[in-house]
């Protein structure tokens, strides 16, 4: 037993080989053991505890630690032989294992996101809505740029000479993305200020519809037409822009005419009537309203109507404008006023002559033959 023991496979005793196909044969094992039991038990342990985050944590560590107790074994197996290749093997694995941990950090950036998620939307829940998955896509790609310097060392390459040379094209790549970082800018200026949430109807130049996502660079808004409009987020901060959904209120302005020849009590009791009428509106807001005779219109009696819906949606609100106008028209029919129209009146004095070139006087409007 001893001298096949003692016997050597390519320069190395064959009990070095046992030895290392026992440790991965163990590491497959505890690998084994840690999916079918630990791994559930700590769940089990983690949906008893009131932190709803820990076994979201536990899920997100639960593959990449199963690969690591496999890579963990190849390791001390391949150190145990020690191959003349097991210098490569160990180096390929050390790189590996650098990947296997920037995939846990990758991995824990949901649940980490989610606790922000839970504690944004303590004071804003719609702030929350639009910007965590906006710092989700930051932080991983956060990870993937230091995880991919970290790799690099690992893999023996000189990340300070390589980060001082990409240094000498910073400012070129710097002027190339400035487009993209004042989009950033203005992201995060506008989830500051918060001018407008998702499935808000906004309306700023040429852009009328309602907002379908706010994204990192870019915000999507929906129009009536039902189109899609991708604008710059710097362009959001720099332009006035009408939020119509957060109006408590809606405001109609409009004004009514009626005939010159209609009598002043008449004049007066229209406007009280239609006042009576604005008051009655279970729709119309009743905090503050006009009705007034204001202005001798060019054809008409002005009369000057103003007030406000109590709901801002533009179907609900053109229904009650109606509803509104219709009273108006039978109060109008029922005082026996008219409404008017842009009209104009010519007179012509009967002694209007025009004089003729000899002195002579003669009528502008001859009498005709018979």
């Given amino acids: 037993m001893s001298e096949y023991i003692q016997y050597e496979l390519f320069g190395i005793p064959v009990f070095r080989y046992v030895i290392a196909v026992g440790v991965f044969l163990l590491a497959l094992i ?21 932190f709803r985050f ?49 995939w846990i950090a990758f991995r824990l950036c949901n ?7 839970d504690v944004m939307s303590r004071s804003d829940d719609a702030l929350a809505t639009q910007f965590v998955p906006i710092m989700r896509s930051t932080m991983q790609v956060a990870v993937i740029l ?23 094209g910073g400012l070129a790549i710097a002027l190339a993305a400035q487009e993209t970082v004042s989009n950033i800018f203005g992201t995060l200026v506008m989830f500051t200020d918060k001018p407008f ?39 959001l901060t720099s332009e006035i822009i009408e939020n119509w959904s957060v109006m408590p209120k809606r405001r109609v302005r409009m ?35 006009i009705v007034a005779f204001n202005e001798f219109g060019p054809s008409s009696l002005d009369i000057f109507v103003y007030y406000f819906t109590t709901v801002t949606a533009w179907k609900d609100y053109m229904h009650i404008r109606q509803d509104v106008n219709i009273g108006i028209m039978k109060i109008v029919e029922e005082l026996g006023l008219s409404f008017a129209f842009p009209s104009q009146t010519v007179y012509f004095g009967d002694d209007l002559r025009v004089q003729s070139g000899n002195g002579s006087a003669h009528s502008r409007n001859p009498t005709l033959p018979h």
């Fill in 255 to 289: 004004t009514i005419g009626v005939q010159y020849d209609s009598p002043p009590e008449k004049v007066n009791e229209l406007t009280q009537r239609i006042y009576k009428l604005l008051k009655s509106h279970p729709q119309v807001n009743q905090e503050y309203m």
């Fill in 54 to 102: 820990d076994d979201l944590i536990v899920r997100a560590i639960i593959p990449p630690v199963n690969l690591l107790i496999i890579l963990y074994g190849i390791i001390i197996a391949t150190s145990v032989v020690d191959l003349p290749i097991s210098q490569f093997i160990t180096e390929a694995l050390r790189i590996t294992l650098a990947v296997v941990v920037v």
């Fill in 30 to 50: 505890v690998r084994k053991i840690f999916d079918r039991f630990i791994s559930k038990k700590i769940l089990a342990f983690t949906a008893k505890t009131k």
């Fill in 146 to 168: 230091i995880g991919g310097i970290l790799i690099l060392q690992n893999a023996g390459y000189q990340v300070s000479s390589l980060i001082a040379g990409l240094g000498i």
């Fill in 111 to 117: 649940p980490v996101t989610e606790l922000l998620r």
């Fill in 197 to 235: 949430k998702v499935g808000d109807w906004v309306q700023f130049k040429q852009v009328d519809g309602d907002v379908e996502s706010i994204g990192f660079r870019s915000t999507r808004v929906r129009t009536w037409a039902k189109s899609i409009q991708v604008i710059p987020n710097k362009m």
